[in-house]
C-alpha cells in the first residue's frame, strides 16, 4: 500500500483497518473484531489478536509518521461505555 508517497507494508486485516480508518476516521472494537476473527479460535483468542492487530498497525504507522507514540488511540464510546472505538491521533 502506498500512502503520502511512501510504501507500508500492511498485512491484510491492517490493511482493511487502516483503510477505515483513513475514511471514517474512527473504527469500533466490534468492527476490528470481525475483521481478525477466526471461527477456529476461542473469543478470548480473538481478542487478542485484535489487539495484537491494532499494535501492530500502530507500529508501522509510527515509523510511517515518525512519532513516538500511538498513531491508533482507543477511547471509550460515549453511548455505550463498554465499547471501544480507535481513531486516529493527529
Known sequence: MIFKGRT???EKNERLI???LIERREISGKKVL???YNDNLSVGHNER???KTIDK???KLKVLFK????VVLPK???LDKREVIYFINQ
Open 18 to 20: 487502516f483503510e477505515i
Open 8 to 10: 507500508l507494508n500492511l
Open 34 to 36: 470481525e475483521i481478525v
Open 76 to 78: 471509550k464510546n460515549d
Open 67 to 70: 512519532k513516538t507514540d500511538d
Open 57 to 59: 498497525l500502530n507500529d
Open 49 to 51: 489478536n485484535k489487539l
